[in-house]
């Protein structure tokens, strides 16, 4: 290993990753060495993500120790002991370290507390993982809970019934997810496995929730969940499903659970009729653009002011898009792979057709508005596939 001050300069680089590997080989108990060569393939493979957790930019990121949850998974289901796996992750840092520091005098305050970052993510990953190969009943009783709230049942009951305490406050959590065109049978069993095995690692422990294949709802305890900590937790599922996912978050007490998930689900297909990016949407973020999709007189009369576009397939498209990107017009053009003049003209001819100006601000709105409506008279995307 080559002489530096800093203990976060080093990556899955062969050398080194050999050193701890024959070295962590060494100690392992003899009825482990009998899986040879599988055994010695999957310590190198988690001591180069360990290697990489320290070279990355920040090492407690849940996303990254999915693969070493997985690992230690598997470990657990062929009866490695839980204190074995913990010892060796403790034995490949330690020995990391005494490598840097016999090369270096220097050890930056930002590297050592890196180190103990990853250290910490590493053991929590495999602390999770021995906890989710535990009895099935556990992992039952999250769906079990979450099904219970869901359907309005008393707190006192859900904890009498199933030992877990219930939360004051919750953020209802509805989920879709985008699955691949083609799917092996299998697929949709590993999708919602990998998605609850990220959820328990993200959120410290069992979550309870209602999880298929195609998305479901969640229930994630506590007050309002940090901005950051929500986003990173919807990325994190999206990683696991290899698929993109879109979410909608709104916050309830147990006693509103019911409604709050109808409302989450109501946000969550409004995103999905207006064809939205995927990712992570608040019901307080679109407030406006949910109460205009509620039925009545309102909504009808906004939706007839598109009435003159139809049979311009092209015109609804640049009009969805050009609001997609904040009326940009550069954008806009760039995203559909058209001239700006193309654009401009296609603007024009749906103001002259709907008597709104598209160069005024206001009129834009009107059109927004218009177009969030009429999505409600239309037939929605199919379940599980975002439009396109």
Not at 53 to 68: E, K, N
Not at 243 to 256: D, K
């Amino acid at each position: 290993m080559p002489p530096t001050p800093s203990i976060t300069t080093a990556s899955a680089e062969p050398e080194p990753a050999e050193h701890i590997v024959r070295h962590l080989l060494g100690i392992i108990p003899r009825r482990h060495v009998e899986h040879g060569n599988v055994l010695r393939t999957e310590i190198r493979a988690t001591v180069a993500h360990c290697l990489d957790l320290l070279a990355s930019a920040d090492p407690g990121q849940p996303a990254r120790t999915v693969r070493i949850f997985e690992t230690a998974t598997r470990w657990a289901g062929v009866g490695v002991r839980m204190d074995t796996v913990q010892h060796l992750v403790h034995e490949g840092f330690r020995l990391y370290l005494d490598e840097h520091l016999r090369a270096s005098d220097t050890v930056r305050h930002n590297d050592v507390r890196k180190l103990f970052d990853a250290v910490h993510a590493v053991t929590s990953a495999v602390s999770l993982a021995y906890l989710s190969v535990a009895p099935a009943d556990e992992q039952a009783a999250g769906h079990a809970v979450a099904v219970a709230l869901l359907r309005g049942h008393h707190p006192a009951k859900v904890y009498r019934e199933y030992g877990v305490p219930v939360a004051e406050r919750y953020t209802v959590l509805a989920v879709t997810v985008d699955p691949p065109t083609e799917t092996r049978p299998g697929d949709e069993h590993s999708i919602r496995r990998r998605m609850r095995l990220c959820l328990e690692l993200h959120c410290g422990g069992h979550v309870p929730a209602a999880l298929s294949a195609i998305g479901g709802t969640i229930l994630l305890p506590g007050s309002p969940a940090a901005a950051d900590r929500l986003d990173d937790l919807v990325a994190a599922l999206a990683a696991a499903a290899h698929a993109p996912l879109t979410a909608a978050a709104v916050t309830a007490e147990p006693e509103r659970i019911p409604g709050a998930a109808e409302q989450a689900h109501e946000l969550l297909d409004m995103v999905r009729r207006l064809q939205s990016p995927p990712g992570l949407y608040r019901f307080e973020d679109l407030a406006l653009e949910y109460q205009l999709t509620r039925p009545g007189p309102g909504r009808d009369r906004l939706a007839a002011l598109l009435d003159p576009l139809d049979g311009h397939p092209e015109l609804f498209d640049t009009l969805r898009e050009h609001i997609r990107n904040d009326f940009n017009r550069r954008r806009t053009s760039r995203t559909m792979y058209l001239h700006p003049n193309t654009v401009d003209h296609r603007l024009k001819r749906i103001g002259r057709l709907t008597g709104l100006d598209t160069a005024v601000p206001h009129a834009l709105y009107r059109l927004r508005a218009a177009l969030i409506a009429r999505t409600y008279t239309q037939s929605p995307p199919a379940p599980g596939r975002q439009a396109r």
